[in-house]
């Protein structure tokens, strides 16, 4: 990262902060656009190259070997004394649980769209999910200078997948055609400035959007009906009644006073602008700097998140000032072999500053190697290490970040994603924004000895830096089992593992946990009569076996008379029946629902004892199993799916193929469609892959386990050559 600026953005107060979040697919050019803002205000000499791993987003190890964005970053620029802090977010959905944590860490939405691939599906679920929260949103267009880029056609795209408040702010002006077509000017719709870039030179990354000149004819004319309906529109989202009084009367419109009635019309939610650029170039990249501070809302004029006690009891009356309480939260954090763990902070409330002592709380997340949530982790105070503003690989130390401003904070080694920090004398806890739930597992296994010794530790750590994996010990099939978001997450995750926590693990299907029960009743005998001089074994005991409901369990029943078995020996003859119940048949499958009736036996005055007729519970059950039937029971989900309507049918489809029930189907916000289906786990364990296929990128899902149910022969017979071969 050469020619680093030596100054450090910093802002005194929260009206001098803009915190935007880039969010946009995987290409779209978000990394290359921050580059470019960082070139264009001074912070970098040059823009760098991801394959090199000089980016100031793209430098993290796993991110240079896989050449994409993995993880949150925070590059700050100043622009006309305003800190704009640039939450650069990863595009792949696999990553969505860093992508939501930088609109908690923002205050507007830049959505990044390619001017050669235009909206995708994944690209309207992101804006939906913005609109849920309130999220003031733009869009910049990269890419406009590419031949077979259609600006015109692009916006309208844009308008059609996001809605009529989406609307161009910059009119970009062309020369020539195919492969020598250019771009050499920008018309600002707002301020009426043409700004001549017919000098830009590709790669010059700052050189584009010179000055202000005279616009030519055929640019304003074009011009014209684009202008009255952006002001219309920002007249009226920002609900400016004398603006619009003098703007139906004809009167003449001060530009800086549209410029204020914009920025109110971005932050109401209503209003979305539309900028032009290339990042090669350079064309729109400063318009887009200095729009920045003028078209997003400060943090004070967004709501204040949701906080209570540690005890749940809401605290109202909190806003974004600097003298206020401290209220902020830990947007990430990840492991420095140097400095141990930094966490990304945005804070709040109050002022947060070096060295100080803070109260640090958790929240419900999957944690730990069980998968379980903890819903209410006891908080303690910790005192918080150097806080610093990040440049790429640099970290620029910094004497405070006030409410509104974000920050790392170095030496909180118990700090985890979505966390709380306060100040100790006035704990309180920030409610959590939605982490994603992670529905792809794969097996783990440590590849040597000396890794099995690291293991559990390490994926604990890696399970506190990044909520969306979660990490369980399956009790039926006693593998480790990591769950992520997707095959990119899980890459991601396991280059860490290796690259960062130095523990290799080899990887390998999931085993789904099916169970056994009886088909029909049967009847067994468990005889263990074993003699070798000395003290032997004598135990002999006849059961009956029948099927009960799903759920039941084990129901043990003493139907013996006379003694035949004494009182002592007949609970023995229950452990044993459950131990053979625990580890199952020939298959390894645990048996369950069944109602066990001990009826004969017989005992020895001597060589009984509570050992020889626990493993006649265990032969008498197994002999009844011979006799009897086994039916093999699968575990079935709850399955919900969420989707855009014009992918319904193959969804539907897509079910049905998976032995999948249908059970209902609604409406979710934005009019997307859901489904409700029972399927077998056996069918959905790769699912979070396969709907991204069938869907387009547009559907996701949540599953929960719901019961086990009889499999069909059919499916068992598959299994069953599947074991075989």
């Known amino acids: 990262m050469a020619d680093r600026a030596v100054h450090v953005p910093g802002a005194d107060r929260p009206q001098d902060i803009r915190n935007i979040a880039l969010v946009g697919p995987p290409g779209a050019g978000k990394t290359s656009l921050v580059e470019a803002l960082l070139v264009a205000a001074g912070e970098i000499g040059r823009p760098g190259s991801v394959e090199e791993g000089t980016t100031a987003s793209d430098h993290d190890g796993v991110e240079v070997r896989q050449k994409r964005s993995v993880h949150l970053t925070l590059n700050p620029v100043t622009v006309d004394g305003v800190k704009v802090n640039l939450l650069d977010t990863p595009g792949y959905a696999d990553f969505l649980g860093a992508m939501r944590a930088g609109l908690r860490g923002a205050d507007a939405a830049l959505f990044v769209v390619s001017a050669l691939d235009g909206v995708d599906g994944r690209t309207r679920v992101l804006w939906e999910e913005c609109a849920a929260i309130g999220m003031p949103r733009a869009v910049a267009v990269t890419r406009i200078d590419h031949p077979r880029a259609d600006y015109d056609d692009v916006v309208a795209r844009c308008r059609e997948s996001f809605g009529p408040g989406v609307l161009p702010a910059y009119l970009p002006a062309f020369e020539g055609s195919g492969d020598d077509r250019r771009v050499v000017g920008l018309w600002g719709l707002v301020s009426e400035r043409y700004h001549d870039c017919s000098g830009s030179t590709a790669g010059s990354g700052a050189e584009g959007g010179a000055g202000p000149s005279p616009a030519p004819d055929r640019v304003q004319e074009a011009a014209g009906p684009l202008r009255e309906a952006l002001i219309e529109e920002v007249i009226t989202e920002s609900g400016d009644e004398v603006l619009m009084d003098r703007y139906v009367e004809g009167g003449e419109l001060d530009p800086d006073l549209l410029v204020a009635d ?78 141990g763990r930094v966490s990304l902070v945005r804070v709040f409330s109050g002022t947060l500053t070096p060295d100080s002592a803070v109260h640090l709380h958790g929240h419900g997340v999957p944690c730990g190697l069980t998968g379980t949530v903890e819903l209410d982790r006891v908080g303690h105070d910790e005192r918080a290490g150097a806080l610093a503003v990040p440049l790429g690989r640099e970290s620029r130390p910094v004497g405070r970040a006030v409410a509104g401003d974000l920050c790392t904070v170095a030496r909180l080694p118990d700090a985890r994603t979505g966390d709380t920090l306060s100040d100790p004398d006035r704990p309180l806890r920030v409610s959590p924004w939605r982490f994603p739930q992670p529905l792809l597992p794969v097996s783990l296994a440590a590849a040597s000895a000396a890794d099995e010794d690291k293991l559990s530790q390490a994926v604990a750590r890696l399970v506190a830096e990044d909520p969306s994996l979660r990490v369980e010990v399956n009790p039926e099939t006693h593998q480790m089992v990591l769950w992520s978001l997707g095959e990119a997450h899980l890459d991601a995750a396991l280059d860490r593992l290796e690259h960062r926590h130095g523990v290799r693990v080899e990887t390998g299907g999931v085993r789904v946990p099916l169970r056994e029960t009886f088909a029909v009743p049967a009847r067994g005998l468990g005889r263990n009569v074993k003699q070798s001089g000395g003290h032997g074994e004598f135990g002999v005991c006849r059961i009956r076996v029948e099927p009960l409901a799903p759920g039941s369990g084990l129901e043990f029943v003493d139907e013996t008379v006379g003694g035949v078995v004494p009182r002592q020996f007949v609970p023995s003859v229950e452990k044993g029946v459950r131990a053979q119940m625990a580890d199952g048949m020939d298959s390894g499958h645990p048996l369950v629902d069944i109602r066990v009736t001990l009826y004969d036996g017989k005992a020895h005055p001597v060589d009984s004892s509570d050992a020889a007729f626990q493993k006649a519970g265990r032969l008498a059950l197994r002999d009844a199993a011979a006799a009897g039937r086994l039916a093999v029971l699968e575990p079935v989900s709850d399955v919900a799916v969420e989707v855009d309507d014009s992918y319904l049918g193959p969804v539907l489809s897509d079910l049905s193929a998976r032995r999948g029930r249908v059970v209902g189907t609604g409406t979710a916000a934005g009019g ?36 086990h149910e009889p ?15």
């Open 262 to 339: 914009l920025q109110k019309a971005v932050a109401a939610g209503g209003f979305h602008p539309v900028l032009a650029l290339s990042t090669t170039t350079g064309v729109g990249v400063r318009e887009l700097l200095r729009e920045l501070p003028l078209s997003c809302p400060d943090p004070t004029r967004r709501p204040f998140p949701s906080v209570a006690t540690p005890e749940g009891r809401p605290v109202p009356g909190l806003s974004c000032d600097p003298d206020g309480p401290l209220v902020a939260e830990v947007l990430s954090t990840e492991g420095d072999p140097y400095v």
């Open 672 to 707: 997307r469609a859901v489904v409700r289906a029972e399927v077998p786990e056996l069918e959905i364990t790769r699912y979070a892959v396969e709907l991204r296929s069938v869907s387009h990128g547009t559907g996701v899902f949540t599953r929960e386990y719901l019961r």
């Open 711 to 725: 499999l069909p022969p059919q499916a068992a017979a598959r299994l069953s050559r599947a074991g075989r071969g």
